[in-house]
C-alpha cells in the first residue's frame, strides 16, 4: 500500500499562492488515481482535484481556475498549485492515492487563508 506525505502548507493572506505536494512511497505509482481533498471545521471532507493515470482531471467547481493539479510520475509526487486563495479555501488538505478497492491517505497540511 502506498503512504503519501503532503508538505507545503500554511498561512496565506486572500489572493496569495500555495502549491501544496505529495510524495508518494512505494512502487507503481503511475497507475494510481491521484486526488486532493480538504475538510474545513465542522464540515465533511470533500474532493478538491483528482488526476487519473491517463492525465484526466476533475476539479470541484469552487477551485476550478483557480487550483491547478498536475503530477510527476517520475517523481512519484502530485501537485496542487492554489491561486487567488479565498476565505473559504481554509481547510486541512489530504492526499489521497486510489487503485480499484485500495486507497490511501496522507496525514493532510493545514491551509489557513486569512488577513
Not at 491561486?83 to 485500495?102: G, H, I, M, P, Q
Request: glycine residues 12%.
Amino acid at each position: 500500500q502506498v503512504q503519501l506525505v503532503e508538505s507545503g502548507g500554511g498561512l496565506v493572506q486572500p489572493g496569495g499562492s500555495l502549491r501544496l505536494s505529495c510524495a508518494a512511497s512505494g512502487s507503481h505509482f503511475s497507475i494510481y488515481v491521484m486526488g486532493w481533498y480538504r475538510q474545513a471545521p465542522g464540515k465533511e471532507r470533500e474532493l478538491v482535484a483528482r488526476i487519473t493515470s491517463g492525465g484526466s482531471i476533475t476539479y470541484a467547481d469552487a477551485v476550478k481556475g483557480r487550483f491547478t493539479i498536475s503530477r510527476d510520475n517520475a517523481k512519484n509526487t502530485v501537485y496542487l498549485q492554489m491561486n487567488s486563495l479565498k476565505l473559504e479555501d481554509t481547510a486541512v488538505y489530504y492526499c489521497n492515492a486510489r487503485f480499484l478497492s485500495a486507497t490511501s491517505w496522507g496525514q493532510g497540511t493545514q491551509v489557513t487563508v486569512s488577513s
